[in-house]
């Protein structure tokens, strides 16, 4: 009969300390369940609630929506694959291929671009670029590029360097090696993780509007801000279908690179 197998305390240790912080978190919030169950509180949710309905489908209107929508998709793909260039270019120094101290460096980029939102980056290039879609793509851009540079540079270190070293010991150029050895071992988790992005920056992408950035969200602020509900609901339901459809292709590609 084998041994039973050894305790980890670090991993006893750890959760006890998440039960800890969330114990303390909620001894130190201020959660008022009481008031948010309310009978004042569902009545006012309600009503507010039954204020979009039905949803505006005016042709003219839908017709602006759909423009709005094709506006928001664009924003996400084209963000999605100036993201990828940055973090591929990124990924290269931040994995260590040109020594410790541009890996220190480009990962301390990485993570000043990931660790600042969306919503921060398109107000800071809204300053430069102005109101519209330009500076919401860009922030998605910035933002998912320091996103995805950490996570290419994650896989390229955690390849096997085997194949690669056998390239190199037989006369193979270093960038070839890379390219027949290390990059396709990585590739089908780079683009799942690209996919996955994409995902995230459809919604992004449609909350960058409420900062002037185009797109589903700017007009959601708009019909919000005058409490034309029926046509911000049209809006919502244009977001839940355009994420529904790229959640939809999504999956279905990544089913497609993992068979």
Do not use: C
């Amino acid at each position: 009969m084998p041994p039973p197998p050894a305790r980890s305390w670090s991993a006893w240790l750890m959760a006890l300390a998440l039960a800890m912080l969330v114990a303390a978190s909620f001894a130190t919030l201020p959660l008022n369940w009481s008031a948010l169950l309310s009978a004042d509180a569902v009545r006012s949710s309600s009503e507010f609630l039954a204020g979009f309905a039905p949803p505006e489908l005016a042709v003219p209107f839908l017709v602006k929506t759909a423009n709005a929508t094709l506006e928001t998709l664009a924003m996400s793909a084209l963000g999605t694959l100036l993201a990828v260039a940055g973090g591929l270019l990124l990924a290269l120094p931040g994995a260590g291929r040109f020594g410790r101290p541009a890996r220190a460096a480009v990962r301390a980029v990485l993570n000043v671009l990931r660790s600042v939102p969306e919503l921060v980056w398109a107000s800071i290039l809204m300053i430069a670029a102005g109101l519209g879609p330009f500076a919401g793509t860009m922030a998605l851009a910035v933002h998912t590029a320091g996103v995805l540079g950490r996570l290419f540079a994650d896989a390229l270190e955690n390849a096997a360097p085997l194949p690669e070293q056998s390239l190199r010991i037989n006369g193979v150029s270093p960038m070839a090696a890379f390219l027949y050895a290390t990059l396709p071992q990585t590739l089908p988790q780079m683009l799942s993780y690209t996919l996955y992005r994409w995902e995230n920056n459809i919604r992004a992408a449609a909350i960058l509007g409420v900062v002037g950035a185009g797109g589903l969200g700017q007009m959601l602020k708009y019909h919000l801000s005058l409490f034309q509900m029926q046509a911000a609901a049209t809006v919502i339901i244009a977001m839940l279908l355009l994420v529904a459809l790229v959640d939809a292709a999504s999956f279905a590609t990544r089913r497609a690179l993992t068979r």
